[in-house]
């Protein structure tokens, strides 16, 4: 019985140690979900119009839109997806600084099949350590159609989205839609 007890006691060491471990080799990546969120609370804060100018089929359409609306359209196109704490656990990272061009860019790209969004690069101003700008890629399939979205967002000044709708059978569709809240574009 004796005996037992330690071999218990031996293998839930072991057991807590390696856990243990595994949380110490998980990465410390860049909080991109708080620093969206950070955007959208300073959008919010300040007394500003933000204009969403629609393109598609060679026609522009410029409307102003309601804050909460714009909130909601970012949830949906990447806040929902990086909202957890292991949101970026099956993405690489990689980082390069161009001195040249005084930007460190870090990039997280991922090969796991249930990821809408695939990539996203985030461009730093290497004197200020604030971030420029943050791109991202998301892929999803809905009813045959593969909708392809890339998406440049401007650090207190714009957000844009262009979509390629690939439909079976048919010729792609092409949509840009830009969000400006900073008339210094």
Known sequence: MMLKTIIVFLFSSITIISCKNKEQ????????Y???????????SMPLAIFKVHEENDKVDTII??????????????????????????????????????????????????KSIPKI???????????????AERIEKIDGTKIIRKILWKAGKSMMVATTY????????????????????
């Open 121 to 135: 690069d985030i461009h730093i101003n290497p004197t200020s350590s604030k971030i420029k700008s943050l791109y």
């Open 65 to 114: 839109i309601e804050k909460k609306e714009f909130r909601k359209i970012v949830e949906g196109l990447m806040l929902n997806e990086l909202s957890s704490a292991k949101a970026l656990n099956d993405y690489e990272e990689m980082v390069l600084e161009d001195a040249s061009i005084g930007d460190i860019t870090i990039s997280y790209t991922t090969d796991v099949e249930n």
């Open 34 to 44: 708080a620093f969206l969120e950070q955007e959208l609370k300073l959008i919010d």
């Open 25 to 32: 080799d998980k990465k410390q990546y860049y909080p991109v």
């Open 166 to 185: 690939n439909i079976k059978g048919t010729n792609s569709k092409d949509v840009t839609d830009r969000f400006i809240w900073n008339e210094t574009n």
